[in-house]
């Protein structure tokens, strides 16, 4: 047997097998139901949201042997050959190919003749705005007044072009394009029953390619399938789409909030080995940062990932941020090359902050200033690398420096000894984003996320040892894992942009209790402008 693409395998044959378009569904349910049928409908909507799918639905319905009814059997007869597209008396028409008069007259003279084997002749004109105008003015009068067994269901992706005399005849309904979230339901739902292993990420980025048309997603899902060998893996749907890996991006994120230079730009060159759409991965940028400021604004809003930045991050950065990378998608095209306009919208990011954001100075050492340390590269040479980006906590990178005696140094606040050691640039930002666990005789044990794994380096944690133990005056050896899980510990980072918020959370509301500025609201309408004001200590 031959096999069928999954969009004609999956296409929906009954109303409640629909994804979406509830709107639509119940209207023409209600009226089979009441029998309150009239004679044109039109149905408008971007490609794949399921105009002619309804269209065949609603034939079906008028048709049933047990109808009309807005739940056909699907075994009768007639259901049988509507499926199957040989039904005598539903007549599929495409306005693309068919647009003169002649074709719109031939439809005429049938339509007076009654049905063959159904209770109802269905006229069903797919493209409809493609007729000529003759054609149009040809079809009106039957249109207007069709003979009782004839229907009309007119489809069109394009309604703005169809004359209004038409548009007054129909009954009009418009087609939502499907969200990516109804696009993935129905593409997991088709992969178990399919029996094709996958994983989330995968779906998600097919639904997001389908642009809110679920027959473009089934036609990826077969061509991812294939892709992959018979399996659904991100990785493999990425390359074939051109996309870039979340963790990617999550990468870049956390490159940024290092205020890491050259970790980012090679996290940029990275991404460029796989040839990506870098308006796409703007994208991507973008979506996180939104994740990330509704996980800052809305409670319990936002995964783990955007939590975890949220809590790093400053809300202003955040928007900031975003609105950096709109306006760089938007122009892309007039860059020299993508990498470049991507390169440069990125280094934009580094670059500006808003006026006294906290997060813009990090141990009195600018973000955009901050490069990454250089490790040793092949052949006894050094090269500016970032520190690994997903190391599972085993096999993040310790000091190989001997420790002296074992000495439990008294350690009472790791923000204050942040200071007193003097750390600054990288070496302040892998300090400021680490937690202080434990002190285990001279082994400090220190937590840091995932999403701040890329500051970690060998020769970063041999300069913090030695520096945290010239402070303490004894040997000092640090051990980095991963933070337990539910643990709310603010690191010291998070610590300052908290500090930083409430400052300026105190001074709006300062602002807005000033008499002078509540006699300007009350008279003259005035409002506060929450971004013009800054702390005085800022």
């Not at 994983?199 to 892709?227: F, K, M, P, Y």
Request: proline share 6%.
């Amino acid at each position: 047997m031959s096999y069928q693409a999954l969009a004609r395998k999956w296409r929906p044959r009954r109303f409640a097998e629909l994804v979406g378009q509830e709107h639509v569904v119940r209207a023409l349910t209600h009226a089979l139901d009441s029998g309150r049928l009239h004679h044109a409908f039109l149905f408008t909507g971007t490609r794949g949201v399921g105009k002619t799918t309804i269209a065949r639905i609603f034939a079906k319905s008028l048709n049933c042997e047990q109808g009309p009814t807005s739940n056909p059997c699907g075994q009768c007869s007639a259901c049988a050959e509507i499926d199957a597209g040989r039904f005598v008396d539903l007549l599929e028409i495409d306005a693309a190919s068919n647009t003169g008069i002649d074709n719109v007259r031939e439809l005429i003279d049938n339509a007076q003749y009654a049905p063959t084997r159904g209770r109802h002749k269905v006229y069903l004109i797919d493209e409809v705005h493609m007729l000529s105008r003759s054609a149009f003015n040809a079809l009106l009068k039957t249109l207007e007044e069709p003979p009782p067994h004839v229907k009309f269901l007119l489809a069109t992706t394009d309604p703005q072009k169809l004359p209004v005399t038409v548009l007054s005849r129909c009954i009009k309904f418009n087609l939502k394009r499907l969200t990516p979230e109804q696009i993935s339901g129905q593409l997991r739902h088709i992969l178990d029953a399919e029996q094709v292993a996958f994983d989330g990420e995968a779906v998600e980025t097919l639904a997001l390619a389908a642009d809110g048309s679920l027959r473009d997603g089934l036609s990826l899902l077969d061509q991812a399938i294939a892709h992959g060998g018979g399996a659904l893996q991100a990785g493999e749907v990425h390359a074939m789409l051109g996309t870039v890996e979340r963790a990617k991006v999550q990468q870049l994120l956390g490159a940024l909030a290092a205020g890491a230079a050259t970790a980012l730009l090679a996290e940029v060159e990275h991404i460029a080995s796989f040839a990506p759409d870098f308006a796409q991965v703007l994208d991507e940028l973008a979506g996180l940062l939104h994740r990330v400021q509704l996980a800052q604004l809305v409670a319990g809003a936002g995964d783990a990932v955007a939590q975890e930045f949220a809590r790093t991050l400053s809300a202003q950065d955040v928007q900031l941020w975003y609105q950096i990378a709109v306006t760089g998608r938007r122009d892309l095209p007039l860059a020299p090359t993508p990498r470049t306009g991507f390169e440069m919208c990125l280094l934009r990011m580094l670059a500006f902050v808003p006026a006294g954001s906290e997060a813009a100075v990090v141990g009195d050492a600018p973000r955009r200033a901050a490069p990454t340390a250089p490790a040793p590269a092949r052949g006894g040479r050094t090269a500016a690398v970032p520190g690994p980006a997903s190391a599972p906590p085993a096999a993040m990178p310790q000091s190989g420096v001997a420790a002296g005696p074992a000495v439990a140094p008294q350690i009472d606040d790791w923000a204050a000894l942040i200071e007193r050691a003097g750390l600054r640039g990288p070496l302040g930002q892998l300090a400021l984003h680490a937690n202080l666990v434990a002190v285990e005789a001279n082994t400090l044990r220190l937590a840091i996320a995932a999403a701040h794994e890329h500051l970690l380096d060998k020769t970063l944690v041999a300069q913090l040892e030695q520096r945290l133990g010239s402070a303490l005056g004894c040997d000092i050896r640090v051990r980095f894992e991963r933070p337990m899980a539910g643990a709310r510990e603010q690191t010291p980072a998070q610590q300052r942009v908290q500090a930083a918020n409430a400052r300026q959370a105190a001074a709006e509301d300062a602002v807005a209790a000033d008499p002078v500025v509540r006699s300007l609201i009350d008279t003259f309408g005035a409002r506060v402008i929450s971004d013009s004001v800054r702390p005085l200590d800022g």
